[in-house]
Nanobody, 127 residues
């Protein structure tokens, strides 16, 4: 069982930066792949970024819309996964969710792959 808590959302001007955190509780959080998804009002929940599990270090993956602007990373000593968001645009406005799946290494772009979800954190980018 893993519990996830997101933090770091807020209001920022276009072109600014935010860093989201996803803190995981429970044992063996380092065996989980973690993804970030976002959902704008009236929209589907979309994949943003993921860091997969692999015994010697996972891989980072990004949606095309955020590639080059967002960076996902993890600190296993702190049981935390980060999403650094730079050059933010108005269209990045959404509720951001982190999700985790144990030994997750495939289909990291699909929300159905993940077993555990956080409650979400609001990101608002003013234009």
């Amino acid at each position: 069982q893993v519990q996830l808590v997101e933090s770091g959302g807020g209001l920022v001007q276009a072109g600014g930066s935010l860093r989201l955190s996803c803190a995981g509780s429970g044992r063996s959080f380092d065996t989980y792949g973690v993804g970030w998804f976002r959902q704008a009002p009236g929209q589907e929940r979309d994949f943003v970024a993921a860091i997969t599990w692999r015994w010697n270090g996972g891989d980072a993956h990004y949606a095309d819309s955020v590639k080059g602007r967002f960076t996902i990373s993890r600190d296993n000593a702190k049981n935390t996964v980060y999403l650094q968001m730079d050059s933010l645009k108005h269209e990045d406005t959404a509720v951001y969710f982190c999700a985790a799946g144990q030994y997750l290494s495939v289909a990291w772009y699909a929300s159905t792959t993940y077993d555990y979800w956080g409650q979400g954190t609001q990101v608002t980018v003013s234009s």
